[in-house]
């Protein structure tokens, strides 16, 4: 019948896209491994604010869909010295988390200010929050807890252990502090001196 050619239709749609997302993380992780691994690993100037307005632009249509407040102050001259394509990704990562464990109507801060001798990146959401269990599973690397987001939206988390590796390759520090129902803040730091890589 009609319904069932429908069905099976949907069916075999929804196997190809978990296919499709399946390949996608597989994908992901042969990159993050190959960056890892060094063979693609190109420091240069880089100004952390542009990449995090350029990263916001991209996403905004993401957080219009749930209502969600950017606030962003951000400093004038951030520059640090990164792999643009580690950076690209931790930033897009990083923020895409916030917006998916957001709740609708709420807001998100993102900063970029210099303290001491760094270039501190912080982006702090007002969602769901993580479980202690959870925050140390990121710590241990562990990939098995999973978390929902605020629109039911799955997540392992996969992508914060990936930024993790990516900012300690950059000499850059990664700290997250989290409270259940609460919110999130993920604190970035970089320095800001690049003698160390001449």
Known sequence: SHDKEIILKLTQSARNNLEQQ???????????????????????????????????????????IKQLTIEIDLL???????????????????????IKFSRTLSK??????????????????EGVGMSAEVLK???????????????????TRLGLVICREFITRNNGHLSIESVLNQGTTVSIKFPVSYRDWE
């Open 22 to 64: 399946k390949q996608l993380l597989n994908n992901l992780l042969e990159w993050a491994k190959s960056q890892w691994e060094g063979s693609s690993f190109r420091p240069e100037k880089l100004d952390l604010s542009k990449i995090v307005n350029r990263n916001v632009s991209l996403l905004q249509s993401t957080a219009d």
């Open 76 to 98: 004038k001259d951030a520059t640090i010295y990164a792999d643009r394509e580690m950076i690209e990704f931790v930033v897009r990562n990083v923020l895409h988390n916030a």
């Open 137 to 155: 599973s990121l710590t241990y690397q562990e990939l098995g807890v999973s978390t929902k987001g605020t629109a039911n939206e799955k997540g």
């Open 108 to 125: 998100i801060g993102i900063k970029v200010e210099k303290i001491n001798e760094a270039i501190v990146l912080i982006i702090r959401d």
